[in-house]
């Protein structure tokens, strides 16, 4: 529409002045943009216009009286439940204000909670740093190295004078973040070479990939933690037990790892033939052709399915309270048990939910960046 | 013989012209011998015999679908052949893997739609092969890329990806990474099909210059200019067979089969 639109309604307005830059321009005209929009798309015709005028009227129903809730009416802090229970008060802040280290900690010692503190700290930015692509060297392998190493010392301590912490009792947003990160960081390794597997022209290599692939598929989240929990430990011999948290983290990772080879192996579909070829011209090997040529090409081209399902399984860590491990919304809930405050499970689960968000909206914001960027040069 | 072609307006004549440099050796580097293959049921190569010669130019042609492509390919096992024997380099192809990877280390192939890897930029591409298969340093790698982007003239592009570039600077990216590689042998795909008329000197002045230093080439081409000024042999195949193989002069003055014939006037006509 635009250019001509304009030069009818000014004729002063010429091409030079705004080259093709639609939001630039004069403070009125901008103005007349906007309600041109607004004719154009919310008021075009009869039905258009009953529509937009049904949805304003839910808007003006709900918005109002949330924001009074949430913000206006809401109590944001007190030692005792009482002031939340007057008539016309609002969301009860006070609550997370009173249980926030429950639930960020869970039933981690509470005078010992600087510790799983620093270590989500320290871990976060070691994903940060991760995810800036100018850092991308070799030198991440030793950072996690040392990161991993400084997080589990804090976690469990016992040396340093720190007292030793099983890892039944850790919960809350740093049992969520090692489930999610640890099962997203082994499964997709796993992923690729299964992804690979399916494609292989090794029979017996294939077989082994697509049955797993498509048993894993085949099954809920829920049961493949119960089996790794619950069956796994039957078939091991006597005495030996494998930690809960690594099954879960095991059960989380095979799940996970069949969603992600699904993805990567469109990927590699994608790729078209000649790019193999010309690969196998130059006498690369198997391995080098994979990893210089085809992975970075077709992983490109899946980011947004692969972020799809990382956030997916962020989410989906969730389900271990199935197995009693206590991650963030576990202790959401139990944070509830206390009877003064039970009435405030909305309060909870917002907070709960505001945190999960946060970290779902970085991961899906972040992958347009990425795209973005690796896309920057190579776009025909 | 009073029926023969001459093959003189083609589309495009090479700017240099190429001296029949006494070059060929007697050595034979590439043997198809009684070759045969096969796509599912569809009898694609039939009983192809095939030698050439160290430094020897070889041009094939033929209609579309006649296994040109394929019977190139089969020299650097891209496709496998089900009978005969193909000896490259003394070396006959089989299913080890080592010895494959060997031959196609020396035996450089450009393609008809280019093939640069386009997340890597040009100097990216060329060094790839040097360092990962030659295990030649990276600042040796370096250099010989940059020689070999000066012989096929555009050394200022070597920052830039592949997709920034045009199809006739593809194409020379793509035979300099090739080169970058000191192959002994270059196969070409109808290297120029895929290029616009206005590109397509650019990349055979490349090639010839390349046929002039001595290098064993076997290029399918409908480029009968090049083939005029720069062939030792022409191969005419038809059906997957080989219908005539002769010297340039000889195969178009004086073509001895019909179909020969016939696709010599098509290809001049047009
Ligand atoms: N991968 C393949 N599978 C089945 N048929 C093929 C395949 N590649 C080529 N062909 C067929 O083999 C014949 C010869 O192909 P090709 O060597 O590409 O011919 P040319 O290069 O002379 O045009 C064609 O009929 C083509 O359809
Ligand atoms: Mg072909």
Same mark, same amino acid.
């Given at each position: 529409?635009?250019?001509?639109?304009?030069?009818?309604?000014?004729?002063?307005?010429?091409?030079?002045?705004?080259?093709?830059?639609?939001?630039?321009?004069?403070?009125?005209?901008?103005?007349?943009?906007?309600?041109?929009?607004?004719?154009?798309?919310?008021?075009?015709?009869?039905?258009?216009?009953?529509?937009?005028?049904?949805?304003?009227?839910?808007?003006?129903?709900?918005?109002?009286?949330?924001?009074?809730?949430?913000?206006?009416?809401?109590?944001?802090?007190?030692?005792?439940?009482?002031?939340?229970?007057?008539?016309?008060?609002?969301?009860?802040?006070?609550?997370?204000?009173?249980?926030?280290?429950?639930?960020?900690?869970?039933?981690?010692?509470?005078?010992?909670?600087?510790?799983?503190?620093?270590?989500?700290?320290?871990?976060?930015?070691?994903?940060?740093?991760?995810?800036?692509?100018?850092?991308?060297?070799?030198?991440?392998?030793?950072?996690?190295?040392?990161?991993?190493?400084?997080?589990?010392?804090?976690?469990?301590?016992?040396?340093?004078?720190?007292?030793?912490?099983?890892?039944?009792?850790?919960?809350?947003?740093?049992?969520?973040?090692?489930?999610?990160?640890?099962?997203?960081?082994?499964?997709?390794?796993?992923?690729?070479?299964?992804?690979?597997?399916?494609?292989?022209?090794?029979?017996?290599?294939?077989?082994?990939?697509?049955?797993?692939?498509?048993?894993?598929?085949?099954?809920?989240?829920?049961?493949?933690?119960?089996?790794?929990?619950?069956?796994?430990?039957?078939?091991?011999?006597?005495?030996?037990?494998?930690?809960?948290?690594?099954?879960?983290?095991?059960?989380?990772?095979?799940?996970?790892?069949?969603?992600?080879?699904?993805?990567?192996?469109?990927?590699?579909?994608?790729?078209?033939?000649?790019?193999?070829?010309?690969?196998?011209?130059?006498?690369?090997?198997?391995?080098?052709?994979?990893?210089?040529?085809?992975?970075?090409?077709?992983?490109?081209?899946?980011?947004?399915?692969?972020?799809?399902?990382?956030?997916?399984?962020?989410?989906?860590?969730?389900?271990?309270?199935?197995?009693?491990?206590?991650?963030?919304?576990?202790?959401?809930?139990?944070?509830?048990?206390?009877?003064?405050?039970?009435?405030?499970?909305?309060?909870?689960?917002?907070?709960?939910?505001?945190?999960?968000?946060?970290?779902?909206?970085?991961?899906?914001?972040?992958?347009?960046?990425?795209?973005?960027?690796?896309?920057?040069?190579?776009?025909? | 013989?009073?029926?023969?072609?001459?093959?003189?307006?083609?589309?495009?004549?090479?700017?240099?012209?190429?001296?029949?440099?006494?070059?060929?050796?007697?050595?034979?580097?590439?043997?198809?011998?009684?070759?045969?293959?096969?796509?599912?049921?569809?009898?694609?190569?039939?009983?192809?015999?095939?030698?050439?010669?160290?430094?020897?130019?070889?041009?094939?042609?033929?209609?579309?679908? =006649?296994?040109? =492509?394929?019977?190139?390919?089969?020299?650097?096992?891209?496709?496998?052949?089900?009978?005969?024997?193909?000896?490259?380099?003394?070396?006959?192809?089989?299913?080890?893997?080592?010895?494959?990877?060997?031959?196609?280390?020396?035996?450089?192939?450009?393609?008809?739609?280019?093939?640069?890897?386009?997340?890597?930029?040009?100097?990216?591409?060329?060094?790839?092969?040097?360092?990962?298969?030659?295990?030649?340093?990276?600042?040796?790698?370096?250099?010989?890329?940059?020689?070999?982007?000066?012989?096929?003239?555009?050394?200022?592009?070597? =920052?830039?990806?592949?997709?920034?570039?045009?199809?006739?600077?593809?194409?020379?990216?793509?035979?300099?990474?090739?080169?970058?590689?000191?192959?002994?042998?270059?196969?070409?795909?109808?290297?120029?099909?895929?290029?616009?008329?206005?590109?397509?000197?650019?990349?055979?002045?490349?090639?010839?210059?390349?046929?002039?230093?001595?290098?064993?080439?076997?290029?399918?081409?409908?480029?009968?200019?090049?083939?005029?000024?720069?062939?030792?042999?022409?191969?005419?195949?038809?059906?997957?067979?080989?219908?005539?193989?002769?010297?340039?002069?000889?195969?178009?003055?004086?073509?001895?089969?019909?179909?020969?014939?016939?696709?010599?006037?098509?290809?001049?006509?047009?």
């Amino acid at each position: 529409m635009r250019q001509e639109e304009r030069d009818a309604r000014n004729p002063a307005y010429t091409h030079i002045e705004e080259p093709d830059e639609p939001t630039a321009g004069h403070p009125t005209q901008r103005v007349w943009d906007m309600l041109g929009w607004t004719k154009k798309h919310l008021f075009s015709s009869i039905p258009n216009t009953i529509a937009t005028l049904v949805c304003l009227y839910l808007l003006w129903l709900i918005i109002p009286p949330f924001l009074d809730w949430a913000f206006l009416s809401a109590i944001w802090s007190s030692d005792t439940p009482d002031a939340c229970k007057v008539d016309g008060a609002g969301a009860c802040w006070a609550f997370v204000e009173q249980k926030h280290r429950f639930i960020l900690f869970g039933l981690y010692p509470f005078d010992e909670q600087w510790r799983p503190m620093t270590a989500v700290v320290l871990f976060i930015a070691a994903l940060a740093a991760s995810c800036y692509p100018p850092f991308w060297s070799k030198w991440l392998i030793p950072l996690w190295a040392v990161v991993l190493t400084v997080c589990g010392v804090l976690m469990y301590g016992g040396v340093f004078g720190m007292t030793y912490v099983d890892n039944t009792q850790w919960g809350g947003v740093p049992l969520t973040l090692i489930l999610s990160v640890t099962g997203i960081g082994l499964a997709f390794p796993l992923a690729v070479l299964l992804a690979l597997g399916r494609r292989s022209n090794l029979p017996a290599i294939k077989t082994i990939c697509v049955t797993f692939i498509e048993l894993i598929r085949g099954v809920p989240l829920i049961s493949v933690l119960f089996m790794a929990s619950i069956m796994f430990p039957l078939f091991m011999p006597e005495g030996v037990t494998v930690d809960k948290l690594l099954r879960a983290i095991v059960g989380i990772m095979l799940f996970t790892s069949a969603y992600l080879a699904e993805a990567i192996r469109g990927g590699l579909q994608s790729l078209p033939r000649g790019q193999y070829e010309a690969a196998d011209s130059l006498g690369l090997s198997y391995w080098q052709k994979t990893r210089l040529i085809v992975l970075p090409q077709a992983l490109r081209i899946v980011i947004p399915p692969l972020v799809n399902q990382f956030i997916s399984t962020f989410k989906d860590t969730s389900l271990v309270i199935i197995i009693g491990l206590f991650d963030l919304l576990t202790s959401a809930k139990t944070a509830l048990a206390d009877p003064e405050w039970r009435q405030f499970y909305a309060e909870s689960y917002i907070f709960a939910a505001i945190l999960y968000f946060s970290f779902a909206f970085f991961m899906s914001r972040y992958s347009q960046f990425l795209e973005r960027r690796l896309n920057a040069g190579t776009r025909r | 013989m009073s029926n023969g072609i001459e093959p003189t307006q083609t589309t495009v004549e090479p700017s240099v012209d190429a001296p029949k440099t006494p070059a060929m050796g007697e050595e034979v580097v590439i043997r198809l011998d009684n070759v045969n293959k096969w796509f599912g049921h569809f009898h694609v190569l039939k009983d192809i015999n095939l030698d050439v010669r160290r430094g020897e130019r070889v041009v094939v042609c033929g209609p579309s679908g =006649s296994g040109k =492509s394929t019977v190139i390919r089969c020299i650097n096992r891209l496709e496998e052949h089900q009978q005969g024997d193909i000896i490259v380099n003394g070396v006959t192809l089989t299913n080890d893997v080592k010895a494959i990877e060997a031959i196609r280390k020396d035996v450089g192939m450009v393609f008809q739609s280019f093939n640069l890897f386009p997340h890597l930029t040009v100097l990216e591409n060329l060094i790839l092969g040097p360092i990962w298969v030659n295990k030649t340093p990276r600042k040796e790698a370096v250099d010989t890329a940059m020689y070999y982007l000066e012989r096929v003239k555009i050394p200022e592009q070597a =920052s830039k990806y592949p997709g920034q570039l045009s199809g006739g600077q593809q194409q020379r990216v793509a035979i300099a990474r090739s080169l970058c590689m000191k192959p002994s042998i270059m196969l070409f795909d109808e290297p120029t099909s895929a290029l616009d008329p206005e590109m397509i000197k650019e990349v055979l002045d490349v090639m010839v210059e390349l046929a002039q230093e001595g290098m064993t080439m076997i290029c399918v081409t409908h480029e009968m200019g090049f083939a005029r000024s720069v062939a030792d042999t022409v191969v005419f195949m038809a059906d997957g067979q080989i219908v005539e193989k002769n010297s340039p002069k000889e195969l178009f003055a004086n073509p001895q089969e019909e179909r020969t014939r016939q696709f010599l006037s098509q290809i001049i006509q047009h």
